[in-house]
């Protein structure tokens, strides 16, 4: 399905911390990576980073209204309550 590759040629790395942009990167991928308008409301989402369109995707579907402030904290440390909104969020989303 091609949903995360892991971190290296060899390695997944999964004691490592996931961030908010990989968490959303890796929803947006499981739901197929959908074409979206590129539009955001965060300032801190560069529109030429790896997580643009998957942030783009997660504020069009309501699954993150980010963490005040007009950020969305992209190299955040995804905590467990956000991991846990942002499946439940998903959920529906085809």
Excluded at 19 to 31: D, F, P, Q
Excluded at 62 to 68: A, L
Aim: net charge negative; hydrophobic share 35%.
């Amino acid at each position: 399905m091609g949903i995360t590759a892991g971190v290296e040629e060899h390695e997944f790395a999964p004691d490592q911390v996931c961030t908010r942009a990989e968490i959303v990167t890796l929803l947006w991928r499981y739901h197929g990576s959908p074409n979206v308008t590129p539009s955001t409301s965060f300032v801190d989402v560069e529109s030429d980073s790896f997580y643009a369109k998957s942030v783009y995707w997660a504020e069009a579907n309501r699954i993150t209204v980010g963490t005040g402030d007009g950020e969305f904290s992209p190299h955040g440390a995804n905590s467990r309550a956000e991991m846990v909104t942002f499946l439940y969020r998903a959920r529906d989303i085809s």
